[in-house]
C-alpha cells in the first residue's frame, strides 16, 4: 500500500510562484513513476508533469517552460515548481503514483 498527500497549494497573484510537494508513504512503488495531475471546475482532470524511474521527465504543452517537476533520492517525496503562473493554472493539483491519487490541493491564481 502507498499513500500520498499533497501540500504547497495556495492562493497567488498572476505571474507568481508555488512550489508544491508530495509526501508518500508505505510501500511507494519505485519502478513506478510519479507525475501531476489537475482538475479544474467542469473540467475533466488532465495531465500536467511526470518523472520517470530513470529521470526523464514530461509536461503538458500548456505548462511547459513554466513548470519544474522533481524528486528526491529515495523518491519519497515530489515536488512540482511553478513559476508564472496563470488564472488558467487555478485547480485542484493531485499527486499520483500508478493507479494512487493524493487528495489534492487547491491552488488559485487571481488578481
Known amino acids: 500500500q502507498v499513500q500520498l498527500v499533497e501540500s504547497g497549494g495556495g492562493l497567488v497573484q498572476p505571474g507568481g510562484s508555488l512550489r508544491l510537494s508530495c509526501e508518500a508513504s508505505?510501500?511507494?512503488?519505485?519502478?513506478?513513476?510519479r507525475s501531476w495531475h489537475r482538475q479544474a471546475p467542469g473540467k475533466q482532470r488532465e495531465f500536467v508533469a511526470r518523472?520517470?524511474?530513470?529521470?526523464?521527465?514530461a509536461y503538458a504543452d500548456s505548462v511547459k517552460g513554466r513548470f519544474t517537476i522533481s524528486r528526491d533520492n529515495a523518491r519519497k517525496t515530489f515536488d512540482l515548481q511553478m513559476n508564472g503562473l496563470k488564472p488558467e493554472d487555478t485547480a485542484l493539483y493531485y499527486c499520483?503514483?500508478?493507479?494512487?491519487w493524493g487528495q489534492g490541493t487547491q491552488v488559485t491564481v487571481s488578481s
Open positions: 499520483n503514483i500508478f493507479n494512487k
Open positions: 508505505g510501500s511507494i512503488f519505485t519502478d513506478y513513476a
Open positions: 518523472i520517470r524511474p530513470d529521470g526523464v521527465t
